[in-house]
């Protein structure tokens, strides 16, 4: 089992940064890889960017590359989301996910554990 906790969401205006910390516990390590996704109001989770278990390879949705960066720290079991340039449609809750392989996809459906999810709002 593995369990996910996100924190660092809020409020900022566009042009703003922000940074996720998805902090693992149990049965982690460089076995899973991880994920974050996001889910605005009426609208299905998507993909934002994901991490392998080794944290060699990364990918990203294409409407946030060049702004958002993930990485994990193996030692402290966290993984990060740093966003920048923020715009009003990067308003959503986002979720941490972990997925039991060293290979990271952007298919929610392949994520085994999730975390509760942070509010993330930006204003215009």
């Known amino acids: 089992q593995v369990q996910l906790v996100e924190s660092g969401g809020g409020l900022v205006q566009a042009g703003g940064s922000l940074r996720l910390s998805c902090a693992a516990s149990?049965?982690?390590?460089?076995?899973?890889?991880m994920g974050w996704f996001r889910q605005a109001p009426g609208k299905e989770r998507e993909f934002v960017a994901a991490i392998s278990g080794n944290g060699y390879s990364t990918s990203y949705a294409d409407s946030v590359k060049g702004r958002f960066t993930v990485s994990r720290d193996k030692v402290k079991n966290t993984v990060d989301l740093h966003m920048n340039s923020l715009k009003p449609e990067d308003t959503a809750v986002y979720y941490c996910?972990?997925?039991?392989?060293?290979?990271?996809?952007?298919?929610?459906?392949?994520?085994?554990?999730w975390g509760q999810g942070t509010q993330v709002t930006v204003s215009s």
């Open positions: 996910a972990a997925r039991p392989s060293l290979i990271a996809t952007m298919n929610r459906y392949e994520y085994a554990y």
């Open positions: 149990g049965r982690t390590g460089s076995m899973y890889a």
